[in-house]
T-cell receptor, first 118, second 113 residues
Framework: AQKITQTQPGMFVQEKEAVTLDCTYD???????LFWYKQPSSGEMIFLIY??????QNATEGRYSLNFQKARKSANLVISASQLGDSAMYFC???????????????FGKGTKLSVIP | DVKVTQSSRYLVKRTGEKVFLECVQD?????MFWYRQDPGLGLRLIYF???????EKGDIPEGYSVSREKKERFSLILESASTNQTSMYLC????????????FGPGTRLTVL
C-alpha cells in the first residue's frame, strides 16, 4: 500500500483564488511528520511547511497552511491567493519515527502539478 | 542559509560509463541522502549516509553505490550506467536531531544514451 497518496495529478486554479492540494497518508507509527515541498520547473525542491503528528494546531507559513486531520490521516495543503509563481509540482512527504535512514527518511507522494491561470 | 550544491545540473553519459554525481553541503549536517525522481513516481531514496564512511541502502539501491569520505560531501556512483538510470537525481541533507526539514540541492538531470 502506498504510504503517501496524492490523488490529483494536475490542478488548475485562477489567480488570486485559494486552492487545496490533497494528501492522505498511511502509518501505524504514533510519531511522524508531514511535509510539503514545491518543485518549480527549475527542479529545486523548496520546503513549504511541516506538521508534526503531535502538533495541536495546524501549521501555517504565510500563504500556505496545512489542514491536518489526524483521524482521517489527511494533510492537505491550502494555498491562499494563488499567484502565477505558484505554478509548480507539489509533493507531500512523510517521515516516520521507525523508518529507515535513522528516522530521517522521507517517503514522497507522486506529486500534483498546479497551474495558476491569469 | 543552508546550501546544498550538486556538481552538475545536466549530464549526458553513454551506456557502460562510470558516472559520479557529487553533492556538497555547507552546514555540517551529519545525514545526507540521494533520491531519484521519475515522472509519476515521486522521489525514491537510493542511499543515505549518517556519518563519514557510513552508508545505508534506501529503497532502490540496485545499480548504485555511494561514497562519503568527508562530512560535507556525498557522492553517488553509477558503476556502469544504463539507459534506465536516466533520471533526475536529488541530494538532500539534515542535521541529526532536527526533524522538520530536509534541505535539497538543485538536482542533476542525467541522460544515459
Amino acid at each position: 500500500a502506498q504510504k503517501i497518496t496524492q490523488t490529483q495529478p494536475g490542478m488548475f486554479v485562477q489567480e488570486k483564488e485559494a486552492v487545496t492540494l490533497d494528501c492522505t497518508y498511511d502509518t501505524s507509527d504514533p510519531s511522524y511528520g508531514l511535509f510539503w515541498y514545491k518543485q518549480p520547473s527549475s527542479g529545486e525542491m523548496i520546503f513549504l511547511i511541516y506538521q508534526g503528528s503531535y502538533d495541536q494546531q495546524n501549521a501555517t507559513e504565510g500563504r500556505y497552511s496545512l489542514n491536518f486531520q489526524k483521524a482521517r490521516k489527511s494533510a492537505n495543503l491550502v494555498i491562499s491567493a494563488s499567484q502565477l509563481g505558484d505554478s509548480a509540482m507539489y509533493f507531500c512527504a512523510m517521515r516516520e519515527q521507525d523508518s529507515g535512514a535513522g528516522s530521517y527518511q522521507l517517503t514522497f507522494g507522486k506529486g500534483t502539478k498546479l497551474s495558476v491561470i491569469p | 542559509d543552508v546550501k546544498v550544491t550538486q556538481s552538475s545540473r545536466y549530464l549526458v553519459k553513454r551506456t557502460g560509463e562510470k558516472v559520479f554525481l557529487e553533492c556538497v553541503q555547507d552546514m555540517d549536517h551529519e545525514n545526507m541522502f540521494w533520491y531519484r525522481q521519475d515522472p509519476g513516481l515521486g522521489l525514491r531514496l537510493i542511499y543515505f549516509s549518517y556519518d563519514v564512511k557510513m552508508k545505508e541502502k534506501g529503497d532502490i539501491p540496485e545499480g548504485y553505490s555511494v561514497s562519503r569520505e568527508k562530512k560535507e560531501r556525498f557522492s553517488l556512483i553509477l558503476e556502469s550506467a544504463s539507459t534506465n538510470q536516466t533520471s533526475m537525481y536529488l541530494c538532500a541533507s539534515i542535521r541529526t536531531g532536527t526533524y522538520n526539514e530536509q534541505f535539497f540541492g538543485p538536482g542533476t538531470r542525467l541522460t544515459v544514451l
